[in-house]
């Protein structure tokens, strides 16, 4: 067993390694509804490969000088048989730390046919509880897309998450990740079925509403991107019901700009580095 592995009751979390890229590719970056919690766009195969080449890269080094990185999850040989086969997941850790405090970020994704089973539950406690033992960490951090993803929010308050507030966007990233993001939201318009407005449309307009609300980009400018995005859309007609929803969805992500920040406080186990 490799020495960064995690063993859970259901589940084995081992580092990500280079021959697994293609997996990463198909089983979380191909899908918009798990990679639009993420960053970049994901709209092409060759986007997608971009995207996991470039986390790969990120985390790859890391095992070794810190102790931590990107883990695949997959089910434990001898867990039950009502877990898919292959990669679950990824979750993974990044140094945060200020001057003061020793602070670890996490992260996680899940693939869509292991929703609903609480894999990502499982896997973040063990995650935390290595990052608290092995690594010495003070407080774990979580940046979540909450109206986006609120299950990810419940996952991390039910482990003792403390909500801190929003954080902005650019603190954690640049000026061309938010332009992919950008590209990205429109296309999930552009390419919406109708009964996807509620979990998809609904969803890219409150985030472009959140760029604005950083003046990323202007409202009008927000606005007017996805109008265009919806004249493109084949399968929807722009309505003013319609016109209206998205609209009220970009407004209420102006008042809720950056991600929804989360803290973890380090309360059982003493820093050992």
Not at 98 to 111: M, N, P, R
Not at 122 to 129: G, N
Not at 175 to 192: G, K, M, N, P, V
Request: charged share 25%.
């Amino acid at each position: 067993m490799d020495a960064f592995d995690i063993i859970t009751r259901r589940l084995k979390l081992t580092p990500v390694t280079d021959g697994q890229r293609e997996e990463l590719r198909s089983k979380i970056f191909a899908h918009p509804d798990v990679v639009k919690t993420l960053m970049g766009d994901a709209s092409t195969p060759e986007k997608q490969k971009y995207l996991v080449d470039a986390w790969y890269e990120e985390y790859a080094e890391t095992w070794q000088r810190q102790g931590y990185g990107l883990w695949g999850v997959y089910k434990k040989n001898t867990s039950s048989d009502d877990l898919p086969s292959g990669l679950l997941g990824i979750i993974w850790l990044e140094d945060t730390s200020t001057k003061d405090v020793k602070i670890v970020d996490i992260g996680y994704a899940l693939t869509p046919n292991a929703w609903g089973k609480g894999i990502i539950s499982e896997a973040a406690k063990a995650v935390m509880s290595y990052a608290f033992r092995k690594i010495g960490t003070e407080a774990i951090d979580a940046l979540i897309f909450g109206a986006i993803n609120p299950g990810s929010s419940r996952v991390i308050e039910k482990l003792g998450g403390r909500y801190l507030g929003q954080k902005p966007f650019l603190e954690y990233g640049d000026q061309e990740w938010f332009e992919a993001t950008h590209c990205f939201d429109l296309w999930l318009i552009e390419t919406a079925l109708p009964e996807m407005i509620e979990t998809r449309v609904i969803g890219a307009c409150f985030r472009t509403g959140q760029f604005a609300g950083e003046r990323l980009l202007s409202r009008t400018d927000a606005i007017n991107g996805i109008i265009r995005a919806i004249q493109k859309n084949e399968a929807m007609a722009l309505s003013n019901d319609l016109m209206k929803t998205l609209e009220d969805a970009v407004d209420r992500g102006r008042r809720a700009p950056g991600w929804s920040h989360y803290r973890i406080e380090n309360t059982e186990h003493p820093r050992t580095l």
